[in-house]
């Protein structure tokens, strides 16, 4: 059983797969910091590789490797972005510059299907990718994701603002805290839209990251949900090749 880790700026997401490479089990943690730390209290039991993404930074890196050799007595993969995987070429002049999370989102829509894609991922970050129908990557765009759009705003203005948790907006706002949480929701929509209309005719769509099910309503139904793409990349590079 593999173990599959993806450390992103929030949050850690895992799961296991198996010998052929589906995700039998999953969960996402916040790690306020502290992915090391974080990290030692994921599922050991039957692991017999582990696959890291780290967007993070060098340190974090190295603290991740001795925390997993302590908790699983196992050095693990630390996946790296490059130059091409398998028939996908990414388009970056310095490919190891590309978020891994970004490689391993391409790849696992690669890996699905070779074919035109967008690829968004609704992080902390929100990141649009356009790969070709050749597995050339075209480039993509690096933007604040929903709740940093709503710290930008409310940093830079002096209005004031109540709690915006649980301030839903599906309609224009009528109130401060709906106007800042439609106008952070649609900016994200809208740069994914836009990035999507620079991709070929008949690109696949495809949605990830911890606010993919709440863009998902804005952006329409040619939008696929998949809410594991780095962790299935993470598979995908771990598989042998065929
Ligand atoms: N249970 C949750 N806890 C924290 N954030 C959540 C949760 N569910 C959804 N979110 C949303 O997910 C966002 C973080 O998404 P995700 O976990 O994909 O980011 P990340 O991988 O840490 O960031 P990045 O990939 O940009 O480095 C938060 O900004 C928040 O809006
Ligand atoms: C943009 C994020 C933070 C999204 O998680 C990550 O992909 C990253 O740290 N990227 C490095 C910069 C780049 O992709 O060009």
Redesign the pocket.
């Known amino acids: 059983m593999k173990l599959l880790i993806d450390v ?2 929030t949050r850690i997401k895992w799961a296991r797969s198996g010998s052929a490479g589906a995700l039998v089990e999953h969960g996402a943690l916040p790690h306020h910091g502290d992915p090391a730390q974080t990290v030692s209290q994921l599922p050991s039991g039957g692991v017999d590789a582990i696959w890291i993404s780290n ?1 993070t930074g060098a340190a974090h890196e190295s603290a991740l490797i001795e925390a997993m050799r302590g908790h699983c007595s196992l050095t693990p993969h630390i996946a790296r972005s490059t130059g091409q995987w398998r028939g996908l070429i990414n388009a ?1 002049r310095e490919p190891q ?6 490689w391993l989102a391409m790849i696992a829509v690669w890996h699905a299907q070779h074919g035109a894609a967008v690829i968004a ?1 609704a ?3 929100l ?1 649009v990718d356009v790969i070709t129908a050749q597995g050339q990557h075209r480039g993509g765009i ?1 933007a604040a994701g929903i709740a940093a759009q709503q710290r930008a705003v409310l940093g830079a203005t002096r209005f004031e603002t109540r709690d915006l948790n649980g301030v839903h907006a599906d309609t224009l706002g009528s109130d401060t805290e709906s106007c800042v949480q439609l106008g952070a929701q649609l900016a994200c929509a809208g740069a994914i839209d836009r990035v999507a209309t620079l991709a070929e005719t008949g690109a696949s769509r495809w949605l990830t990251g911890g606010d993919a099910e709440y863009l998902h309503a804005d952006l329409g139904a040619d939008w696929q949900h998949r809410p594991h793409l780095v962790l299935e990349g993470l598979a995908a590079l771990a598989s042998p090749v065929p």
């Open positions: 992103g700026n967007v970056y510059r590309l978020g891994v999370d970004r991922n992080g902390t970050a990141t690096i």
